[in-house]
């Protein structure tokens, strides 16, 4: 993706989200440089990834298959495996008309997919075999605000603004906008984008970055190179 796209995503993004009577916070909005003067006193926020996000998972067709994502806050694994502290996290995501999110699961993530708002989030459903696979026979149960609901195999729901559904680790998911855009809340568990995706396809999770112009803001793939 060329940088320039980057950041009239990251633009149109912010604008969206401030629709729907959200907003970022403050870091949000720091230049490179603010970001690299201020990295010390920064280090949770660089160390848990938390801030902007946007992939095409390396298939370099964003408008086709992709994500806008903000990390609002994200513990660290060390606490996970404690069983104390900061085990928690939470995103902001934006998925566009008809843009996929494609198919994988979390080997130890759990998430509440929350539509916040705009047209109909639609999840795509399947289960796991008995060492995690991907299993094209199987289904599974999730709840959906906390009820239960068993799925089938290949189940589609849709979640209109409001709704939502708990995903375990195991549930292969895949997930787009239907009618318009929509704003995605995310709560879950401790978040690790680099190690806690495994994706049906060999994809990449992380878009290439072609530097046409400098960054508006950093993602947090950005952050080894620029902060350390």
Known sequence: MKRSRINRIMAEADEMIRRHGFALPPFAYWTPEAF???????????????GWDITDYGAGDFDRMGLVLFTLRNGLLADL??????CYAEKLLISRRDQLSPMH????KAEDIINRGGAT?????YGSDDRGRFAEDRGGTVWCDGIRRDYGPGEKLRLAPG????????DWHAFWAEGGDVLIGEVSTVNDDETDNVFREPIGRFARIEEDEPPAHLLVSDYRAWLG
């Open 36 to 50: 690299r003067a201020r990295r010390d006193e920064a280090r949770h926020l660089i160390d848990a990834r938390c």
């Open 81 to 86: 495996r404690s069983g104390g502290g900061m």
């Open 105 to 108: 699961r979390h080997v130890l």
């Open 121 to 125: 989030l639609v999840v795509e459903l």
């Open 163 to 170: 709704e939502s559904v708990t995903l375990r680790p195991g």
